[in-house]
């Protein structure tokens, strides 16, 4: 924040209130035209479109084999009498319920933004230049999203819980390291397939967006929030204007 004051005569307070209320213009967003955002939103809704499927067959996909997963051994759990064979089958049930449990925590975001992108209404130009606000906020979270899929984070996370895995083998069922290895290996092939089988569409729509109508423009300046007031003194008048 910056304060000035200035000390002046009233021929000169006038010029000064009418540069004030020139600023708000100067820094206004640039307003497209309908048309303009008429054909934004269209590519947005298509891009979206077109990774809709492939996100969804990713996610369903990866749930549904870890629930059938986890129900499988819990059965085998329950009615096997070796306790071996319980004891794998008890970690493999609780190392695929986590999996399912992540895919359900972290959802698929562009296989659910075009539904969301669909119920807001474009009637009217002024909605229309809402909805395209929202419709690029949406397409860049699905970016976002398959970024976060695969980042170090991810891989990070998964390897931890392998760790773990491997471990308890080792360690907490006292068999010997290798059972514990391949308990690790097995279970990191399985989560480094579901990383990398992951869609990235939507990071490659998303740049294909940006270069073709943000590339040319200029950062949108923060809109100016200005606010003044006149002092009274015996040297004369002045302005405090804060911005």
Do not use: C
């Not at 562009?110 to 009637?123: D, F, S, Y």
């Not at 970016?143 to 931890?160: I, P």
């Not at 397939?193 to 729509?205: E, G, L, M, N």
Request: hydrophobic letters at 40%; proline letters at 3%; zero cysteines.
């Amino acid at each position: 924040m910056k304060k000035t004051f200035v000390r002046t005569n009233s021929g000169i307070i006038l010029i000064l209130l009418f540069l004030l209320f020139q600023i708000r213009p100067a820094v206004a967003q640039h307003k497209l035209s309908d048309d303009q955002t008429q054909e934004r939103l269209q590519m947005i809704r298509q891009m979206l479109e077109s990774g809709k499927t492939n996100a969804n067959r990713w996610w369903y996909g990866w749930l549904a084999g870890y629930s059938a997963a986890t129900l499988a051994q819990g059965a085998v759990y329950y009615t096997s009498d070796d306790k071996k064979t319980r004891e794998d089958m008890a970690l493999g049930a609780a190392t695929t319920f986590l999996g399912a449990m992540g895919q359900i925590i972290a959802p698929m975001t562009p296989a659910t933004a075009p539904g969301r992108l669909a119920k807001i209404p474009e009637a009217t130009a002024e909605e229309r230049a809402s909805k395209l606000l929202e419709a690029e906020k949406l397409l860049k979270a699905s970016a976002f999203r398959e970024k976060d899929g695969r980042s170090w984070k991810t891989h990070a996370l998964t390897g931890a819980v392998n760790l773990g895995s491997g471990l308890v083998v080792w360690l907490g069922f006292k068999r010997s390291v290798w059972e514990g290895l391949g308990n690790f290996a097995l279970n990191t092939v399985v989560t480094e397939v579901q990383i990398w089988t992951q869609p990235t569409r939507a990071i490659k729509d998303y740049d294909d967006y940006i270069k073709k109508y943000k590339s040319g423009e200029k950062p949108s300046r923060r809109k100016s929030e200005l606010s003044w007031s006149l002092t009274m003194s015996p040297g004369g008048i002045g302005i405090n204007i804060l911005f």
